[in-house]
Structure formats: structure tokens, C-alpha cells
């Protein structure tokens, strides 16, 4: 049986620019919970305020499944264990578990510490039996075990021995720096198997807590299982300090679809996907689309061909069923799709293309004709169900543009303003509405939202989340095209459009009227209001 322990909110949250609240950590450790680790770790009670009232108030959560853990540190060199402020702090915790961190690399205790290799085993020792009399369950970290391994083996394995004895029922040997490669991992994490069987403490578990430093944070963990451990560490999308850690959602994907272990059970496998956006969500962090298993782009497929093959037969370009871990596949429509690729990305949009002939080959030109363009609807799907609707005469229409007009001006003294004016007719009425704005842009957004909000209440809800602007190639003795891409936000749901022109407002123009008529599409509005103050729910 291989245990789940997951350090996200301690070593976690170590990741540049993160900062969690008290709310935060709580509500990570119930989606954590129900996802089904075995084991969360909270935090580090000694070190700061804040992950003390993380526990208080954990400890009231009725987990299902996780058990608590509380991160710490041997006591202090020459130090007592009775008289240990850090100690004291880790019993008074209510979290039944310690995860006692100490030194086993020689390099460490002489350098770092200060002190001898004896009396290093002795702080060890003495913590671990301190935290046992008063009932804690203890975990011991092997702080850089495999550094501690490669310099000297014996006293590496003697640490781990010795926390054994003292009564910690997991040793678990961390890669700290993060640099080792796999075949170093399997060997040291066979020795340490091999050392507690002689010392006929085979009872006691061995843990990897890996680091990602050398690209091989979940390889070097896979590899320990493979050598005999049986608690694997790491954590959510590999968030961590530096370049994180081991990625805990790859390491259960791997190691219950391809290794055959049962960790979390095929139903709670389905969480992976939710949990890493959940998790990327509270730690602001834009999610990376890339990541294996539950990235947005994992099951995507761009090659016509290949699109067709991955619908007909997942197992063809698949290496597993994306439902099995939460996600879908998805087909991205490019210039290279062919028609089964579009009829698919039609079918997510619910819209019923025609199975062959004239219409779907016209429908396809259209598409690789803009793309010759320079749109791009890949990263664009809003944008390719309003041309696909609209190719398909089942165009939607909330307003009609007459013109509109932009001033951008700037001050000697450096500042600097934009202004739109824009006429457009709703509801066969002609309306003018002018607006600021920090850039020519927002201004022309501000101004198409002061004319149209009336009758569409509903656009105040719609943010524009993100705006890109990128200058495309273009062969020599022809201007630059520009692509305007702007993701937009209702706060439960967000859409992507796309504008290409040569001019940078008129292809930000298109991506902003996509925008909206797609915002006001899927709230149901059924098109032009037929009089004027008629508002559409
Ligand atoms: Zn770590």
C-alpha cells in the first residue's frame, strides 16, 4: 500500500510570490481531503503565527480521509528535549502527526550545525522519543538524505537507523537540493530498505520526498517505489520553492494508471484535474495549460489526421483515457485540421455541421482562409463559433456600428489619456456614447459598454480578464499584421477572441465586439431588442 502525503501548504507555498491566507490553507486541506491523501501538511507551528491558526482551526474539519501533519525541527544542538521552545510548540499542536526534519549528511552537520556527527544522532534521537512520550505519531525527514549518501553511506544509514529506533514509523529520505537522478535514488533507497531489514525493522516505512531541481522530481520518486518505499511526498502542479517539487498529481497518475498500485481508487483519480485548477486558482497562478495529465493542452490535438484517428480511438494518440483523470480531449482547430476536427470542435459548441459535401468543405475554407489571414483559432474558440454560426446563417446581431473614433494624446509633463467617441445603431436607434480610458483600447471598450449597457444589463458582469497583442511575421514590402487576443470574464466563466487587422485598434475593435456578442450569446440573449429600454434578462 503506498501512501499519499501532500506538502503543498508548507513546502508548497514556498514558491516565489505566493502567499496564502489562513482560508486559504483551510480550504486547500478539504479539497486535498477529498481528493483522498493520506496525509497533509500544514505547516510549520514554530515558525510562524499564522499555520499555528491554520491547525486550530483544521483540526475542527471533518476530513474523511487525511490525517494532519505538522512540519519541524530537531531540537537544537546541546539543547534538552523538556526545555525546547520548538519542540514544545510541535506537541502543543493538534495536529497528531510531526514530521521531524534532521540532518544526515556528514557536510551539514559539521558546517550547517556546527557539531558532531554523535551529537547530531543525539538531538535526532531524543526529539523523536520526546515526541512519541507525548503521543505524536512521528515522520522523520532525512534532511538531504542522498547528498548525506553519496559523501559517506554509512552515517547517512546510521541517522535513519537511529530515528527508527527512537520510534519514527516513517523515514523519509529527501533529495533537499533537488539534483539527484534516478538510478542514484533507486540505489541509495535500496540500501536504506536493505539497512532496516537487517536491523529487523522492516515495519518501518520509507518515504522520497523528491525536489525538481534536476527535472526528475517525479522519476526520482517512481524510481523510490520502484527500490521500496512506500509513501510518496510532493506537491499540487509541483508548485514549490525554486523549481518545485515532485508534481504529487503525475506521481499518483503514474503510479496508479501505469504502475498498478491503487492509491486513490479509479473514482477519486477523476479529482486530479478539478484539484490542480482549485489548487493553481488560490495560489494565483495562471494555470499552466502544459502539465502532465491535468493541463488544459495535455489531450489536444492539433494534426488533421491525427485529431480524426484521436476521436475514432483514444488508445491511438492517447496515452490514457483523459477521462480517467478529469480531463478531456481536445481538438484544436488550426490550419492544419481536417474536416473530422472541425465537425468535432462544432460538436463542443453544439452545433450540427453537415457530415460531408459542399457546405462543410466551404465552412473549412473559410476557416484556413482566415488562418492564411493570420488568425489563429486555436487559442480563439469563442471567435470560431461566431464565424462557424455565422457561415451557417445562424448569425446573432446585438448592435451595428456606425464609426467610431479614437484620440490618444500625450502631455509634455508625460501624461497621458485616450478617448473614444462611438456611434452605433440598437434597436434601430442610432446611439453615440463617449468614454476615457487608460489606453486607446480600454476607452474603446469603455465607450462600446457606456452605449450598449442599457439594453444589455448583462455586459456590466463581463470583464476583460486579458489583452495580448502580437506583431505576426510578415514577408518584406508588406505592413505587419497585428493579433489582438482578449480573454474575457463573466466570474464564472471565461471566453477567448481574436482580431486581426493591420491597424492595432481595429484588430483590437474585432476581438472586443466578438467578445461581448459571445458574452451575451451564452447568457441567453436572443438578439437585437426589438425596442428600445427592452432588457434583455
Ligand atoms: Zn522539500
Known sequence: MIQTYDTTLRDGQQREGVSLTVEDKVYLATRLDVLGVDFIEGGYPASNHRDRLFFEQACSLDLRHATLVAFGTTLHKNADAEHDESLALLTACPAPIVA?????????????????????????????????????RVF??????????????????????????????????????????????????TAAVAALEQAKLSQVRIGIHAHNDSGCGVANSL???????????????????????????????DLQLKLGYDLIGPERLKLLTPTAHAVAETFNIAFDAHLPYVGTSAFSHKGGLHASAALREHGAYEHIDPHSVGNFSHIVVSELAGKAALRAKAGDFELPLPEEGATLQALLDTVKN????????????????????????????????????????????????????????????????????????????????????????????????????????????????????????????????????????????????????????????????????????
Open 100 to 136: 521531524l526534519v534532521g540532518k544526515a549528511w556528514t557536510l551539514q552537520v559539521a558546517q550547517v550545525l556546527e557539531t558532531t556527527c554523535a551529537e547530531n544522532l543525539r538531538m535526532v534521537s531524543s526529539s523523536i522519543a520526546f515526541l512519541k512520550r507525548a503521543g505524536k
Open 223 to 253: 524510481e523510490a517505489v520502484r527500490a521500496g518505499a512506500t509513501q510518496v511526498q510532493g506537491t499540487i502542479c509541483g508548485y514549490g520553492e525554486r523549481v518545485g517539487n515532485a508534481d504529487l498529481l503525475t506521481c499518483i497518475a
Open 370 to 537: 482566415k488562418e492564411d489571414k493570420g488568425y489563429s483559432y486555436e487559442v480563439a474558440d469563442a471567435s470560431l463559433e461566431l464565424l462557424l454560426r455565422d457561415q451557417m446563417g445562424e448569425q446573432v446581431s446585438y448592435f451595428g456600428l456606425e464609426s467610431f473614433r479614437v484620440i490618444a494624446e500625450r502631455r509634455a509633463d508625460g501624461i497621458q489619456s485616450s478617448e473614444a467617441t462611438i456611434k452605433l445603431r440598437v434597436g434601430g436607434e442610432r446611439h453615440i456614447a463617449t468614454a476615457e480610458g487608460n489606453g486607446p483600447v480600454n476607452a474603446l471598450d469603455a465607450a462600446l459598454r457606456e452605449a450598449i449597457t442599457r439594453f444589455y444589463p448583462q455586459v456590466k458582469s463581463f470583464e476583460l480578464s486579458d489583452y495580448k497583442v502580437r506583431v505576426l511575421d510578415e514577408s518584406s514590402g508588406t505592413d505587419a499584421v497585428i493579433r489582438t487576443l482578449i480573454e474575457t470574464s463573466d466570474g464564472k466563466t471565461s471566453w477567448k477572441t481574436i482580431g486581426v487587422s493591420e491597424n492595432v485598434i481595429e484588430a483590437s475593435w474585432d476581438a472586443l465586439v466578438d467578445a461581448i456578442t459571445y458574452g451575451l450569446l451564452k447568457s441567453g440573449c436572443d438578439g437585437e431588442p426589438r425596442e428600445r429600454r427592452t432588457e434583455c434578462a
Open 140 to 189: 522523520f525527514d532525512a534532511e538531504h538524505f542522498f547528498d548525506g549518501y553519496r559523501e559517506d553511506a554509512a552515517y547517512a544509514l546510521e541517522v535513519l537507523l537511529v530515528a527508527a529506533q527512537a520510534g519514527a514509523e516513517t523515514l523519509v529520505l529527501c533529495d533537499t537540493n533537488g539534483g539527484m537522478l534516478p538510478h542514484e535514488v533507486y540505489a541509495a533507497t
